[in-house]
């Protein structure tokens, strides 16, 4: 497929690119450190204001009826600020409840989501904790029998440690018994495969969020050993520091295609979409670890300091690294899928010479 964008994507691209590079700037991302991650209300009325919130509401809810690509497109811009909300994991649950959700749950959900006035996280399927479950609205949890929508009273959320300060973490339980007549409480995706759709989704999400963090740290990169000077040349100029950038540059610029196809055949429901969201989380993995190492490596020993604001990429970029799943999970999904053996045991080994 053709993965350049259509002149409305790019339009959300720029115009989300200086919209956060304004109102998000590394001092916004350090506050959210410095104040346990608490949501920034104020930067979230803002995304709403401009309609970030609503690219993947319908038109009929407020939003401007979106889908996934548009959605991955967006949330590379979000990665390159390291923006400390969870906008991944809102527009996730807005795709979800659009394409699964009842009318009532729809009715309920998505204007607010629209217009700020709902925050939405996601609890990962194998694993019930999500991102700034403390400041959510609307949690999509994962159970025995499916997906639920839940509303914040239904659950309890515990904080967990997390590497990532701006990234709160929490252990999500469903409170049994607690309104559970409500509409919020009904399941919304019922059984394995939409799960597995669901997990999909994040991976995407998440691919792209970690794309735009490797791109800000390969520029971020290139601009510092341009002008930084050792033996009277710029640092950049030296044929080891060139070959670790275009490495990461490689390595960006690679992963970019295989997070859109992704996105754009998850929002067909195409079949090939599993395998290529799996190769989006592979291939976004490691840019991710790619740019992560040498950006560090070649800001030399300014980059391993708290005042630099490289350790904000840094760690976000490793939080996110599984966040949806370890890569050896995903490339397991791929050799099941490629030599036809179940993914949870390894292949036969070989015999002979």
């Not at 649950?93 to 659009?98: D, E, M, N």
């Not at 394995?192 to 794309?211: K, S």
């Not at 490495?247 to 196809?261: L, T």
């Amino acid at each position: 497929m053709d993965t350049d964008l259509t002149p409305d994507q790019r339009a959300i691209a720029d115009g989300a690119r200086s919209f956060l590079a304004a109102e998000c700037p590394p001092a916004r991302v350090r506050a959210a450190w410095a104040e346990g991650a608490v949501l920034d209300r104020r930067l979230w009325t803002a995304l709403a204001g401009v309609g970030f919130l609503g690219v993947a509401v319908p038109e009929a809810f407020g939003g401007m009826g979106c889908g996934d690509l548009e959605v991955a497109v967006l949330l590379e811009e979000a990665g390159r600020v390291a923006l400390p909300a969870p906008l991944a994991e809102t527009m996730v649950a807005a795709l979800t409840l659009t394409e699964r959700g009842s009318p009532a749950q729809r009715e309920r959900w998505l204007p607010g989501i629209a217009a700020g006035q709902v925050v939405a996280t996601i609890a990962a399927p194998d694993h019930a904790v999500a991102a700034h479950a403390a400041d959510a609205d609307l949690l999509l949890v994962p159970a025995g029998d499916g997906v639920h929508a839940l509303e914040r009273g239904r659950c309890r959320v515990v904080a967990q440690p997390a590497f990532d300060a701006a990234r709160r973490l929490g252990a999500v339980e469903i409170v049994p018994g607690a309104d559970a007549s409500g509409t919020a409480a009904d399941t919304l995706l019922p059984g394995g495969p939409a799960t597995r759709r669901l997990a999909d989704r994040i991976a995407v999400a998440t691919a792209a969020t970690l794309l735009g963090i490797s791109a800000h740290l390969v520029d971020t990169t290139v601009g510092y050993v341009g002008q930084r000077h050792q033996f009277g040349r710029p640092v950049g100029s030296f044929q080891a520091v060139k070959h670790r950038i275009a490495d990461a540059h490689v390595a960006v610029e690679m992963a970019r295609p295989a997070v859109r196809v992704a996105a754009h055949l998850l929002s067909l429901d195409d079949p090939q979409a599993p395998v290529a969201s799996a190769v989006a989380a592979v291939a976004a993995g490691d840019a991710g670890r790619a740019a992560n190492e040498h950006a560090l490596q070649c800001h030399g020993g300014i980059g391993f300091t708290w005042e630099h604001d490289l350790h904000l990429w840094l760690k976000r970029g490793k939080a996110l690294e599984f966040a949806c799943g370890a890569p050896a999970t995903h490339r397991a999904r791929l050799a099941a899928t490629l030599f036809d053996h179940p993914a949870d045991r390894p292949p036969p080994e070989r015999t002979g010479s």
